[in-house]
């Protein structure tokens, strides 16, 4: 299983207690005796009286002791194939469940698929029936397969959990919605795992700028020390990117203290230099070249 697929499960552990006020909680799924036929998780209901007043699904879940979730994030097959393995996940939970309690039990086990949306190809052949925005019961199954399309959901808290399987400028619309709301570190985990666009990813992070408040740049600094230790070829390519930072500003410096002007083309040729070396000959050479060019043969 990949880190966005971890970070989806994730979100659903932490938050959906948290946004249904204690009406649903996560739980890992339970090993079921066939070969790797395990669901993404549980959701068990523990308080389904709560669920009443919040946005659909969640009503949806009053009748059940717990629902079989599959996440399908952006980028992951959507096809019949796909489907029908988290049908079978959802029959052979069932399964599990009738053997637990005992062969007359009446209940249902109801699989919940959130994903960015709803394939054509489902339309066509299990008619989806719409009854919530984004919320759709899928046939045969009906109220037992329960559709979400997370690209069609309104956004609100009460939704954060299937809301991270949006894709496209949904996508986007979420993240900068949900970045404001959410502890710095979820929202660095979001910007890295999921499939956002390059210019909303680099919105957000010009929003970690300094503060100007001590507490949170403290927590800031703590959190990229964190990240760079944990990635030692970013940190290496940050140090080396500052000594070339110095070295233009040094090599600067000598020029205007010579009194040796910089032609706009001069400048760019400055900044586009990514060799130390060629850098810490340049200022060198300008120590005693007469003029700019000969600074920078």
């Not at 690209?151 to 949006?166: G, I, K, T």
């Not at 000598?254 to 910089?262: D, G, K, W």
Request: hydrophobic residues 45%; negative net charge.
């Amino acid at each position: 299983m990949g880190q966005p697929d971890l970070f989806a499960k994730r979100t659903f552990a932490e938050e959906t207690e948290r946004v249904t006020d204690g009406a649903v909680m996560w739980r890992d799924p339970i090993d079921i005796r066939l070969e790797k036929v395990q669901a993404d998780g549980l959701l068990v209901i523990r308080r389904p009286g709560l669920l009443a007043h919040l946005p659909a699904p969640w009503p949806a879940a009053q009748a059940y002791e717990e629902i079989v979730v599959e996440l399908k994030l952006a980028g992951d097959h959507l096809d019949m194939s796909a489907v029908e393995r988290a049908l079978l996940r959802r029959q052979a939970r069932q399964v599990q469940r009738v053997e637990e309690r005992s062969p007359s039990w009446p209940g249902e086990t109801p699989l919940w698929l959130a994903a960015p949306h709803v394939p054509e190809w489902l339309r066509q052949a299990r008619h989806p029936v719409r009854f919530a925005p984004g919320c759709y019961f899928v046939e045969p199954l009906g109220r037992c397969f329960v559709w979400v399309a997370a690209n069609e959901l309104p956004l609100c808290d009460e939704l954060m959990p299937f809301l991270v399987a949006r894709s496209g400028q949904p996508l986007d619309q979420f993240a900068r919605w949900v970045a404001p709301r959410r502890p710095l570190e979820w929202v660095l985990s979001m910007l890295q795992y999921l499939p956002m666009s390059t210019m909303a990813r680099e919105e957000l992070l010009w929003r970690f700028a300094r503060t100007g408040d001590p507490e949170i740049d403290a927590r800031q600094d703590r959190i990229l020390e964190v990240l760079l230790s944990a990635n030692p070829k970013m940190k290496q390519r940050l140090v080396d990117e500052g000594r070339l930072d110095e070295a233009r500003a040094a090599l600067r410096r000598v020029l205007a203290h010579r009194q040796l002007e910089l032609t706009p083309e001069d400048a760019a040729r400055i900044d586009a230099c990514a060799d130390l070396a060629t850098l810490e000959r340049w200022h060198a050479q300008a120590l005693t070249a007469p003029s700019v060019s000969q600074a920078l043969r």
